[in-house]
């Protein structure tokens, strides 16, 4: 099972079935942290540090969902927004407003780990 905190927050995630996230976990076994930067006012944006499988899909996105852009890319919506992204989880815990005050008020880290 794959954990992820934003800053120091736990957050629960239901992630995808896809070839996708199990390349995130490869990368997650030994910790992965992204250093996530804000992007329109709805997002988080940060590097993963390597290309990824993708199956992109015209998309829009909620507050809480967690997708894979241009395969080396993690996202992490606090809005919505429209484009072709590789879905990969939700964050199933926080409302669109607690996620707003974790991702919307300065650059973020993401930490991902195996459980």
Do not use: C, H
């Not at 120091?8 to 996708?20: I, L």
């Not at 910790?31 to 988080?44: A, C, D, K, V």
């Amino acid at each position: 099972m794959m954990r992820m905190k934003i800053g120091e927050t736990d957050v629960e995630v239901t992630w995808e079935d896809n070839e996708s996230v199990e390349a995130l976990k490869e990368l997650a076994r030994d910790g992965l942290r992204i250093e996530m930067s804000m992007y329109g006012g709805f997002e988080q944006v940060g590097p993963v540090g390597q290309s990824l499988p993708r199956e992109d899909r015209q998309t829009t996105t909620q507050a809480g969902d967690i997708v894979l852009y241009s395969g080396n890319q993690l996202v992490v919506f606090y809005g919505s927004n429209s484009w072709a992204y590789t879905r990969l989880g939700r964050i199933a815990d926080k409302s669109a407003s607690e996620l707003s005050e974790l991702l919307g008020n300065g650059d973020a880290a993401i930490t991902l780990t195996l459980k």
